[in-house]
T-cell receptor, first 112, second 112 residues
Framework: SQQGEEDPQALSIQEGENATMNCSYK?????LQWYRQNSGRGLVHLILIRSNEREKHSGRLRVTLDTSKKSSSLLITASRAADTASYFC????????????FGTGTQLKVEL | NAGVTQTPKFQVLKTGQSMTLQCAQDMNHEYMSWYRQDPGMGLRLIHYSVGAGITDQGEVPNGYNVSRSTTEDFPLRLLSAAPSQTSVYFC???????????FGQGTRLTVV
């Protein structure tokens, strides 16, 4: 079963605007990760936030984690056309094997 | 470094045929996994391995076999292909539990 649900399913913004996407999950986690997938390509790791962290930054990315609400958000600031992709959250619930449970993804389109 | 390499990139099978999807990584990662991605869904875990000689089932293992004879290779075998196995398959590897996963470019499989 899918662990995460992402919201919105699709998002269209203008270049320079900020993009925010949200992820909710169901069970306890060790960490939550965000991945980007360009059309027809593999997934690329963006950022990882551990269960004892509340906020993390990497370049134009800001991730928050609220374990009490079982939710996370990814903010991309000053979006560029090259940010057009699908974004997935993935949770690591522990238990060995580095098994990731993925959300359904948000399709982001950044228009010029 | 090539990272995670998957072959073939595309494959069409007839129902009942068998085939092996190849996955190799050159990062000396102990953890490797296979996922499938279907439209409108996130990735779902098929099988995973925590080291040579050790494999286990994920969320959707039926119809698939794996083996891990070396650290580098983790092939996925379809025993008797069914149309329900039409999907995009991704192999991933990671250094340890709780670390980021590195993904291959995927194999797009169609079963007719």
């Amino acid at each position: 079963s899918q662990q995460g649900e992402e919201d919105p399913q699709a998002l269209s913004i203008q270049e320079g605007e900020n993009a925010t996407m949200n992820c909710s999950y169901k069970t306890s986690i060790n960490n939550l990760q965000w991945y980007r997938q360009n059309s027809g390509r593999g997934l690329v790791h963006l950022i990882l936030i551990r269960s004892n962290e509340r906020e993390k930054h990497s370049g134009r990315l800001r991730v928050t984690l609220d374990t009490s609400k079982k939710s996370s958000s990814l903010l991309i600031t000053a979006s560029r056309a090259a940010d057009t992709a699908s974004y997935f959250c993935a949770t690591d619930g522990g238990g060995g094997g580095n098994k990731l449970t993925f959300g359904t993804g948000t399709q982001l389109k950044v228009e010029l | 470094n090539a990272g995670v390499t998957q072959t073939p990139k595309f494959q069409v099978l007839k129902t009942g045929q068998s085939m092996t999807l190849q996955c190799a990584q050159d990062m000396n990662h102990e953890y490797m996994s296979w996922y499938r991605q279907d439209p409108g869904m996130g990735l779902r875990l098929i099988h995973y391995s925590v080291g040579a000689g050790i494999t286990d089932q994920g969320e959707v293992p039926n119809g698939y076999n794996v083996s891990r004879s070396t650290t580098e290779d983790f092939p996925l075998r379809l025993l008797s292909a069914a149309p329900s196995q039409t999907s995009v398959y991704f192999c991933a590897s990671s250094f340890r539990q709780g670390a980021e996963a590195f993904f291959g470019q995927g194999t797009r499989l169609t079963v007719v």
